[in-house]
C-alpha cells in the first residue's frame, strides 16, 4: 500500500468532480504530488495540488484549497485537512489508514515498495566501462556499485533493465596494453626485461605473460611486431577482462552485455553506417571551428573538418568527427555506439562515468537526441572521486595494480557490504571521504553497521519474545492476526509513518536515477527503530516483549516485523546482506 499515491489518485479525483473543466488534463494533473509536508506538526500529507491548476482555472489557489479541503473532509480516511500558506492542503490521517499499511508490509513481504512508475520502459544502464589495461582500481569503484544499485533499483520500480559494460578495446592504450605483455611474455621465457615509461608495469601482467608461453610456446620470440600483435593483443584482453570480472564479483556485479568498441569500427561498421545516415539526415556538414575560449581541447584543430550539428540538439558547440589522419574521433564511436543502443530498443540510456568525463553530458546528450528523433533520453551521471582515509589520514595500501589502489584491496579489508553502503551513502556526484577505519567500527557512527544491527536487532527481539512468551504464537498467520490498534503511542505511529514512506521513496529515487536515497532512507528508519527499542530500556511499557500482556507484545512484534522486512528488501536492492545475527 502506497498511501502517498493512494492520495495522489483521490486528490486527481478531487480536482476532476470539483472542477470537471479539468478532467481530460492529464498533463496538468501530472504535476500535483502528494508528500510528507515539510513540518510533521503539519500533518501527514500535503499536496500542492490548489497551486498547480489556479492559473488554468484562473482562481486564486486558496480558494481552490478550500473547496478541496471540504471535499476531503468527508473522506472516512481523513481526520482533519487544513488549507495552508498560498494553498498547501495538509491532512492528518486516521490511525486505521497506518494500521493497514503495516497489514500490506506483511502481505507483500518482498514486493511490498515494488513499483511500477517503468511501465515496462527499456533501459540500458552502462556502468564501469574501464580500460581492459588492469584490475580494477579504487576509483572505478564507485561508479561499478552505483551504477549496479541504480539497475537493482529501476527493475525493482517496474522498468525493463539491461546492464551494459562498453569494452574500450579499440583505443591506443589496448596496443600499449599488448606490448607490456609481450615485455612479459620475454620475461617468462628467462630474458631480463626493463619496462619502458608508458608501459603498464603492474605485476599482474606476470602471469599473462607465462600464459603467453603455455599457448605460443617460443615460437613469437624475435618475430616482428605485426606478426605477435594480434595474438597477444587477443589473448591479453581476454585475459583482463577476465580479471575485470573476477575483480566486479568480488561486489556482486554481473553485466548482462559486454559491447566491443572494436565492433564498431572497420569498413561497414557502426561507425560508417551512423555518418551515413547522419548526412542523410543533414546533421553532418564540412566547416572549421571557432577557436575555443580558454584552454584548447584536444580535439579542437583549426582546419576544414566534419562536424556534427550538435548545438542543433542542445550542445555548446558542434562535434568533430573525423581526424585530420582521416581515422574517427571518439566521439563517432560514441555516437554510433549509443545509435546502437536505441535500435537496440531502448528509450532511456544511462552512462556511468567518472568526474574526468564531466564534459560529456551535452554531448552524448544530443548525439542521443539525434540518433532516435527525440524519442529517447539519456542520462549521463558522474561520480566523484573516492579519498580513501584512515583515521582522516591519507591511506597507504599495496597496489597490485601498479599505481593504483585496486578494488580487491578494499573488499578484501573491509568487505562487500562495507564497500557498497558507504559508497552509496553519499550523491554520486558529490566527493566522497571512505574512511577504512569508520566503516569497521561497530558504532553508531558507522551507516552500515547502524543499518545492519537494526535489522539483526530484529531478529533479536524475536528470540527474546520465544525466551519470555515460549506458549505465544508468533507466526507470520498469528502476526497478520494481530491487534494492531494496541500500537497507539506516537512512537509507534511514527515508524509505521516511516514504513509507509518505502514505497515512495523507491519510486522517487527510479525516477530521479538516485539510489542513494534509499541509503538515506535505512539510515533513518534504523534510527527510529533503535530510538524506540532504547526507551524500551528505560520504560519497560514500551519493550516490544511485554510477558503481562501478549496481545500488545503481537502487536509490536508485527511492528518488529515490518522494519524488518522493509530494511531487508531496502538493503537487497542496495546489494548489501541482511544479516540475522551480528559477531
Not at 603492474?202 to 602471469?207: A, F, R, T
Not at 524488518?564 to 528488501?569: D, I, K, P, Y
Amino acid at each position: 500500500m502506497d498511501v502517498f499515491a493512494l492520495f495522489e489518485g483521490r486528490v486527481a479525483d478531487a480536482l476532476k468532480a470539483s472542477f470537471p473543466e479539468l478532467a481530460d488534463n492529464a498533463e496538468l494533473l501530472s504535476r500535483v504530488v502528494v508528500e510528507p509536508p515539510r513540518d510533521a506538526a503539519h500533518g501527514d500529507l500535503s499536496t500542492n495540488a490548489a497551486m498547480v491548476v489556479a492559473k488554468p482555472l484562473g482562481k486564486n489557489p486558496r480558494e481552490i484549497a478550500t473547496a478541496l479541503a471540504g471535499y476531503f473532509s468527508r473522506d472516512a480516511d481523513v481526520a482533519s485537512v487544513d488549507v495552508a500558506g498560498p494553498g498547501f492542503i495538509n491532512f492528518r490521517l486516521q490511525p486505521d489508514v497506518w494500521y493497514k499499511v503495516l497489514a500490506s508490509v506483511a502481505e507483500l513481504g518482498a514486493d511490498f515498495g515494488r513499483a511500477d512508475v517503468g511501465k515496462g520502459e527499456k533501459v540500458n544502464v552502462e556502468y564501469v566501462s574501464a580500460n581492459p589495461t588492469g584490475p580494477m582500481h579504487v576509483g572505478h569503484t564507485r561508479g561499478a556499485v552505483f551504477g549496479d544499485a541504480l539497475a537493482s533499483l529501476l527493475a525493482y520500480a517496474g522498468y525493463e533493465v539491461t546492464r551494459e559494460y562498453y569494452i574500450n578495446d579499440a583505443g591506443s592504450q589496448v596496443d600499449t596494453l599488448a606490448r607490456s605483455a609481450y615485455l612479459r611474455y620475454r620475461e617468462a621465457l628467462g630474458e631480463t626485461i626493463e619496462i619502458p615509461s608508458g608501459f603498464y608495469p603492474g605485476d599482474y601482467l606476470v602471469p599473462v605473460g607465462r600464459s603467453l608461453v603455455t599457448e605460443f610456446g617460443n615460437s613469437l620470440l624475435d618475430k616482428p611486431e605485426d606478426i605477435w600483435m594480434p595474438p597477444v593483443k587477443q589473448h591479453v584482453l581476454a585475459a583482463m577482462m577476465e580479471l575485470i570480472k573476477a575483480d566486479l564479483k568480488k561486489l556482486n556485479i554481473e553485466h548482462d552485455v559486454f559491447f566491443s568498441e572494436k565492433t564498431l569500427h572497420g569498413q561497414g561498421g557502426d561507425i560508417d553506417l551512423t555518418l551515413d545516415w547522419l548526412r542523410e539526415q543533414g546533421l553532418v556538414y564540412e566547416g572549421r571551428l571557432e577557436p575555443p575560449k580558454g584552454k584548447t581541447p584536444e580535439d579542437w584543430e583549426d582546419r576544414e573538418q566534419t562536424l556534427f550539428r550538435a548545438t542543433a540538439f542542445g550542445d555548446d558547440v558542434d562535434r568533430p568527427l573525423i581526424k585530420s589522419d582521416g581515422s574517427y574521433t571518439y566521439f563517432a564511436a560514441d555516437i554510433a555506439y549509443h545509435r546502437n543502443k536505441v535500435m537496440r530498443g531502448f528509450t532511456t540510456l544511462i552512462d556511468v562515468l567518472g568526474a574526468d568525463h564531466a564534459g560529456y553530458a551535452t554531448r552524448i546528450q544530443a548525439a542521443v537526441k539525434a540518433v532516435s528523433g527525440g524519442k529517447a533520453t539519456a542520462d549521463v551521471r558522474f561520480c566523484q572521486l573516492v579519498k580513501l582515509l584512515r583515521n582522516g589520514e591519507p591511506v597507504k595500501m599495496s597496489k597490485r595494480s601498479g599505481d593504483l589502489v585496486s578494488l580487491a584491496d578494499v573488499v578484501d579489508e573491509v568487505g562487500v557490504d562495507a564497500t557498497r553502503f558507504m559508497l552509496l551513502f553519499r550523491r554520486n556526484d558529490a566527493p566522497l571521504d571512505f574512511d577504512f577505519a569508520l566503516v569497521k567500527e561497530q558504532t553508531k557512527d558507522n551507516p552500515v553497521f547502524y543499518v545492519q544491527y537494526a535489522h539483526a536487532r530484529t531478529y533479536s527481539v524475536f528470540r527474546n519474545a520465544e525466551r519470555d512468551l515460549p506458549e505465544l504464537d508468533i507466526s507470520q498467520e498469528a502476526l497478520r492476526r494481530a491487534d494492531l490498534k494496541r500500537l497507539a503511542t506516537a512512537e509507534e505511529i511514527e515508524i509505521i509513518r516511516m514504513l509507509g514512506s518505502w514505497p515512495r521513496q523507491v519510486a522517487a529515487a527510479a525516477r530521479a536515477h538516485e539510489p542513494h536515497r534509499l541509503a538515506f532512507y535505512l539510515h533513518e528508519l534504523a534510527a527510529q527503530f533503535h530510538a524506540f527499542w532504547g526507551k524500551g530500556k528505560e520504560d519497560p511499557s514500551l519493550r516490544f516483549v511485554n510477558d503481562e500482556d501478549a496481545t500488545l507484545t503481537l502487536a509490536r512484534l508485527a511492528l518488529v516485523d515490518g522494519v524488518r522486512r522493509v530494511l531487508s528488501n531496502g538493503l537487497e536492492l542496495l546489494g548489501v546482506s541482511a544479516p540475522q545475527e551480528l559477531s
